[in-house]
């Protein structure tokens, strides 16, 4: 049976009617998979543009499928978002990365900062400091390790609650980033009223910021209004030395992407931890 299924996926490959059974053959193993670890984070560097030091890494969390193989989190985080399973997802995540980071301080390495993804069904539970509090504890961490990332989709349905969540978080000590700036529902008055560190440009904009003129305007505008209001720019999605250059140009202060460093497991990213900066 389970050689043709996998033969059904090849023949209909990309149809709405295979994604939508493996959609569901992923949720029906969702929770084993939770408890069997299938689960596993990548991280990827931000680094600096003033020196090229690594300041901080983003997790990012791939299914280690046992017949699929790797999964990315484009196909299933939706999926557990709609189906109540964020909340043991997220849970699991928090925990892994503390754990990594104390496993890296006994191994020895310089730390950085880990920027966890947080949906905006984390925001609009009042579990999630307690399980940052708790994993932070468990592991001897002091905040200041942890990063969240959020995206403005976070805040349409509660704008209060997620904002209340997100200023307990800074208060004890993380610090928040805006992902995905610029796409969707950028508004002014959530920088204002939110506990905000950073911006994150989305990676749209970095792709053509070379050639298409308003892409640049748009970096070069977020570039200012970040100066203006005390809060630094993190452009994302960079692939070759002339978007770096630019965006160096522009005056954003750290990048992430391809070009310096794809997301790779924790093993494979402790020598870069232990050098601590890009050449
Ligand atoms: P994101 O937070 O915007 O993460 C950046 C995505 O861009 C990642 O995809 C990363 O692998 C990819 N990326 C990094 N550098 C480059 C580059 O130079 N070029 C290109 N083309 N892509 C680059 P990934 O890992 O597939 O994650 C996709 C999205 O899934 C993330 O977007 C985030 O929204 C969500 N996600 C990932 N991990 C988690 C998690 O642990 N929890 C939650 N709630 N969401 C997560
Ligand atoms: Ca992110
Ligand atoms: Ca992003
Ligand atoms: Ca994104």
Known sequence: AKSAGSGLYRFYDASLNAIAVRGLELLGRFRQALKENEFCLHYQPKVALQDYR?????????????????????????????????????????EAVCRQLAQWRDDGLPL????????????????????????????QLSAQWL???????????????????LEKLRDEGLRIYLDDYGTGYSSLSHIKA?????????????????????DGMIVASTVTLARNL??????E???????????????????????????????????????????
């Open 112 to 139: 950085v900062p880990v920027a966890i993804n947080v949906s905006a069904k984390q925001l609009n539970d009042q579990r999630l400091i307690a399980t940052v509090r708790e994993s932070l504890q468990r592991h």
């Open 54 to 94: 690594v300041v901080g890494v983003e997790a990012l969390i791939r299914w280690q499928h046992p017949e699929h193989g790797l999964i990315y989190p484009g196909e299933f985080i939706g999926l557990a978002e709609t189906h109540d399973l964020v909340q043991p997802l997220g849970h699991w995540i928090i």
């Open 230 to 235: 005390g809060l630094k720019v993190v452009a």
């Open 237 to 279: 999605g960079v692939e070759t030395r002339e978007q770096l250059m630019h965006l160096k140009l522009m005056g954003c202060d750290e990048v992430q992407g391809f070009y310096l460093q794809r997301p790779v497991a924790a093993a494979q990213l402790a020598p870069l931890l232990q050098k601590g900066w890009f050449d």
């Open 147 to 165: 990063e969240i990332e959020v995206t403005e989709s976070c805040f349409i349905t509660d704008l209060e609650q997620a904002r209340q969540t």
């Open 194 to 214: 939110l506990p905000v560190y950073a911006l994150k440009i989305d990676r749209s904009f970095v792709r053509d910021i070379r050639n298409d003129n308003s």
